[in-house]
């Protein structure tokens, strides 16, 4: 009898330990496909053969700072240093790395960009060859326009590669703000470069001061 009760226990126990067993890898499996699906989708700027040739970078994460004057200072003192700005920010699905153009304030180094190669980005505005001026929602046709020229314009960039974005902010303006922008940037951007092969760098240059509008000199007197 006691025997019969001791089979029949040690029977259900199994079966409770099997059930646990199988509970347990069933749980397994789920936690790795859910880190699985949840594994972000990464994007490099400019182009993804950057990070092979670049080996001096220091990387800079956006959701760590307070705003844009703290972004340029810590770009700054990594140019100084003779280093690469990675600037490293996100959205719910994609991770960014962005490596930045930064010259060193101290060694005030002068570049002369041609003013067709060249957009500024600043507030809520895009700066276009000195004349144009246009709203940051427009920013998917003039990054078009800017980067591909497919109607060689004469205000948009003649060459691919030389293709700039000069960024510049209020030094107050939180780094969330600067995140949003960034963001769309980056987007824009890539359904661009997605319909052109991935080919496209995307280079953007941090500035340290605002854009300065170049006047016309005035015209002389009638006599």
């Not at 303006?173 to 960034?182: A, E, G, V």
Request: glycine share 2%; with cysteine; charged share 25%.
């Amino acid at each position: 009898m006691y025997r019969y009760i001791y089979m029949h226990v040690a029977t259900h126990l199994k079966k409770i330990i099997l059930i646990l067993i199988i509970a347990g890898l069933f749980c397994n499996c789920e936690t790795k496909r859910e880190k699985t699906e949840f594994k972000k989708t990464e994007f490099y700027y400019p182009r993804v053969s950057n990070f092979n040739l670049e080996t001096n970078l220091t990387e800079i994460y956006l959701d760590s700072i307070k705003n844009y004057g703290e972004l340029i200072k810590i770009a700054d003192q990594i140019a100084c240093d003779g280093k690469v700005p990675l600037l490293k920010f996100s959205s719910d699905s994609t991770e960014f790395n962005l490596i930045v153009f930064k010259e060193c304030a101290k060694k005030m180094e002068i570049v002369d960009y041609h003013a067709s190669n060249v957009i500024s980005i600043q507030k809520n505005s895009i700066i276009i060859n000195d004349k144009i001026e246009m709203p940051f929602d427009s920013l998917q046709l003039v990054l078009r326009n800017h980067i591909l020229n497919p109607n060689r314009e004469f205000n948009y960039s003649k060459s691919i590669d030389k293709a700039l974005i000069f960024y510049y902010q209020d030094s107050l303006l939180s780094s969330k703000k600067i995140q949003r922008q960034l963001i769309k940037i980056a987007n824009d951007f890539n359904e661009l470069n997605s319909k052109n092969g991935d080919s496209l760098p995307l280079k953007i240059k941090l500035s340290d001061y605002p854009y300065i509008r170049i006047l016309n000199p005035p015209l002389p007197d009638e006599e």
